[in-house]
């Protein structure tokens, strides 16, 4: 099983960038998708963006469609998130989740219940 491991989290001001890591160990992760959550406190789990196995098909919450971008490195076992122009609402805790299978992005979404969660990374903006 993929053990999903995140980095890069940070404290940042409003309209700066971040990249986010998720390194994965275990079976061939070149056939997981991924997803990324965040969790402010407080508030309930929220969907960011997920990237298919091959990185040829990603989906984006509306709250961070243009601004954020996800990919993957098959090669590194490495999934980032590349966050720019960054808001003090973007504040949370972000996680990445290794899924089995693609398809809707409301399929993607309820893969993550039954997926490898990571242990989770700071992101701060201050304003």
């Known amino acids: 099983q993929v053990q999903p491991v995140e980095s890069g989290g940070g404290l940042v001001q409003a309209g700066g960038s971040l990249r986010l890591s998720c390194a994965a160990s275990?079976?061939?992760?070149?056939?997981?998708?991924m997803d990324w959550f965040r969790q402010a406190p407080g508030k309930e789990r929220e969907f960011v963006a997920a990237?298919?196995?091959?990185?040829?098909?990603?989906y984006y919450a509306d709250s961070v469609k243009g601004r954020f971008t996800i990919s993957r490195d098959n090669a590194k076992n490495t999934v980032y998130l590349q966050m720019n122009n960054l808001k003090p609402e973007d504040t949370a805790v972000y996680y990445c989740?290794?899924?089995?299978?693609?398809?809707?992005?409301?399929?993607?979404?309820?893969?993550?219940?039954?997926?490898?969660w990571g242990q989770g990374t700071q992101v701060t903006v201050s304003s």
């Open positions: 989740v290794v899924i089995t299978g693609w398809g809707t992005l409301q399929t993607v979404k309820s893969k993550a219940d039954f997926g490898s």
């Open positions: 275990g079976r061939p992760f070149a056939s997981a998708a």
């Open positions: 990237i298919s196995w091959s990185g040829s098909n990603t």
